[in-house]
């Protein structure tokens, strides 16, 4: 099998990126593959290549439907016919695309997320669909070591039985060796098989910069680097603020989040892709499928929950391999903030219960129903009607989530989708005996195809433009079709959506476990730590401290970072900076010296030794004592 004609005459690409043949090829004998490749490596080609090499269905699971319905709009751009199931969808839209799947033999890709797996509907159909490959998306959800632990990943293993034969393709841009190992047992590998690219980005300069004027700095930074941009930060109201205060100075900015409609989010990604907007200022939903190559930095205004986070946000920068940055601007009252968000990310079990209690009532699911039921969600709304502290309660459902009580989806945008209900002779005698509603009908079929066969996308703006009516008139033609049973008329949903993974029980019937609870927490402890270790730090090359986060033994100094650049003011050779560094240690690791002691009978010049030993003591490797003597500190990382 020529995989390359398969590249060639689908992406326009003449050859494979590092290690994506390696891992298509291991797929295609059958081999069960973990991929770890890094933001923008190209790891969608690793399945859907052999996928489309091998006659059959691959299964893609993924927790992101943004990301989902991405590729399967590009998918079938280049002709390739691919579906979803996803929260949000019709009980009538499911079951023509489990059919599509099921019996279309020229359907090549099935996406769903990893709670659809466990429905009976799912598992009945299974067995019908002829799967050639199982490739599981953001593969690190399914450890416990993670920093996004899904439990409902861990139903991938099960379905495995039902598959037998089948291999399994795991991807993830980001993994620590715990969860390298962990992924792979919890999928069931018959025998360990990774490939893993490096994490190094030699093009990409990682800086911290520690301020107590964040915002001025971040505006000087925006006018003084050229170029498309990223900046992040925390919540979608300073998205806006962000964008406005840099297009009050001149720059070219917008700002994005899960919040905007899908006709917006496409607008502004356009206009950024196509260089008509320099700056995005964006929440974290930001970059999910979006590829552009030149990236020149990437900002981040707030502190990142993890390192594993910050690596794939701060990767989106120079993806065309040439030079780019990635900037973390902190202060001081940075670090409390984090913490105060962990401690709200864990809010006590009772209250726990009692939001799953308040939810059902405000879903108005009774007590024994509810599973798989899909409902539309306002947490302002929620918070407000039960006067729950809206982050308090938006962590109590990301608890529930865990837990797979519920599957909490934030922000679905399903625009609204159609599909003719009647066959083609049936749908002819309706527009005989209903002339009035004819040229409308005939309007749909001229503008969209496969009308009869799957759920199709519609605007019904556009149609308003082509018909010179208000969108209301389309609207209430559609609606009278759907009424007629002509069409099944899935109108636009927008909001997040709460589904029930199991009936509902009484809230006194919640069982959260302490210990789970507890090694969640701790987990998250672990994290943010090492977020705060990376920003405050001020000893370590910053390239270094994410290499070796990420099991590399030993990764060198970039030598472009602000730690690297202020070492490098020394006018000391790295290899020589080592030397004297271990001289020094040697001296001091068990004693407390005097200074002159210190320098005295050095193999290395006072001068240089004295420089070493000064950014030693500015950087927190070496402390003086009450006697005024000095001494190593041992808690201190080893360089």
Request: with cysteine; aromatic share 10%; glycine share 4%.
């Amino acid at each position: 099998m020529d995989f390359k004609e398969i590249l060639k005459q689908y992406w326009g690409y003449s050859a494979f990126r590092e290690l994506q043949e390696d891992i298509i090829r291991s797929v295609y004998q059958g081999k069960d593959t973990l991929g770890l490749l890094p933001t923008g490596g190209g790891k969608s080609i690793t399945f859907q290549v052999p996928a489309l090499a091998k006659p059959g269905l691959c299964l893609v699971i993924s927790p992101l439907i943004a990301l989902m319905k991405d590729q399967v709009e590009n998918l079938r751009k280049k002709g390739i016919k691919a579906t979803l199931i996803v929260s949000g969808m019709s009980f009538h839209e499911i079951m023509i695309n489990l059919d599509n799947a099921c019996f279309d033999k020229e359907m090549k890709f099935l996406y769903v997320s990893p709670e659809r797996l466990q429905t009976p509907l799912f598992r009945e159909r299974l067995s019908t669909m002829k799967i050639n490959l199982i490739a599981v998306d953001e593969a690190h959800c399914i450890s416990q070591w993670g920093y996004d632990f899904r439990p409902a990943y861990l139903n991938i293993a099960e379905i495995r039985e039902y598959l037998r034969g089948v291999p399994v393709l795991a991807l993830t841009a980001t993994a620590t060796p715990d969860v390298v190992d962990d992924i792979q047992e919890k999928l069931k590998f018959k025998q360990k098989n990774v490939f893993q690219k490096s994490f190094e980005r030699k093009n990409l300069t990682y800086s911290v910069k520690q301020t107590d004027t964040k915002i001025n700095d971040f505006i000087e930074l925006c006018k003084k680097n050229q170029g498309t941009a990223v900046v992040y930060v925390r919540n979608r109201r300073k998205t806006v603020e962000m964008a406005n205060l840099l297009i009050k100075n001149g720059i070219s900015a917008d700002f994005y989040h899960a919040g905007l409609s899908m006709s917006e989010r496409s607008r502004k990604q356009d206009n950024w892709k196509n260089n008509q907007t320099r700056i995005m200022v964006s929440t974290n939903a930001f970059g999910m499928g979006i590829d552009k190559p030149d990236v020149r930095f990437v900002i981040h205004l707030d502190l990142p929950d993890s390192l594993e986070a910050y690596f794939q946000e701060a990767g989106r920068a120079g993806r065309d391999e040439l030079e780019a940055k990635a900037i973390l601007l902190v202060e001081s009252a940075d670090r409390d903030q984090l913490i105060k968000n962990f401690e709200a990310a864990f809010p006590p079990l009772e209250m726990v219960k009692n939001v799953y209690h308040a939810l059902g009532n405000y879903l108005k699911i009774p007590i024994g129903s509810g599973q798989g039921i899909d409902s539309l969600f306002s947490l302002e709304d929620f918070s407000k009607l039960y006067k729950f502290n809206p982050m308090v309660a938006y962590n109590a459902l990301k608890l529930l989530d865990m837990d797979e009580y519920i599957s909490l989806s934030e922000d679905v945008d399903h625009p609204s989708r159609i599909i003719f209900k009647t066959n083609r002779e049936d749908l002819y005698n309706f527009q005989i005996q209903h002339p009035k509603d004819d040229p409308f009908i005939k309007l749909l079929l001229r503008t969209y195809s496969g009308l009869f066969t799957e759920y199709v996308r519609i605007d019904e703006a556009s149609i308003a433009k082509r018909t010179n009516l208000p969108v209301e008139k389309i609207i209430e033609w559609l609606r009278l079709l759907h009424k007629y049973d002509i069409i099944d008329y899935n109108e636009q949903k927008k909001g997040a959506v709460i589904t029930y993974i199991t009936p509902r029980l009484d809230s006194n019937n919640i069982v959260l476990s302490k210990e789970v609870y507890s090694i969640r927490k701790k987990r998250m402890q672990h994290r943010i730590e090492q977020v705060i270790n990376y920003a405050f730090s001020n000893n370590k090359c910053r390239s270094q401290l994410l290499l070796m986060y990420f099991g590399d033994k030993n990764p060198y100094r970039c030598g472009k970072c602000d730690v690297c650049l202020q070492r490098n003011e020394l006018n000391i050779s790295a290899y020589e900076f080592d030397l004297i560094v271990e001289e020094l240690k040697n001296k001091i690791s068990e004693n407390t010296l005097a200074f002159e002691d210190i320098i005295e009978n050095t193999a290395f010049p006072k001068e240089k030794t004295t420089k070493v030993f000064q950014w030693l003591l500015d950087n927190g490797k070496i402390t003086q004592t009450k006697t005024l003597g000095y001494r190593w500190v041992k808690k201190a990382k080893e360089e």
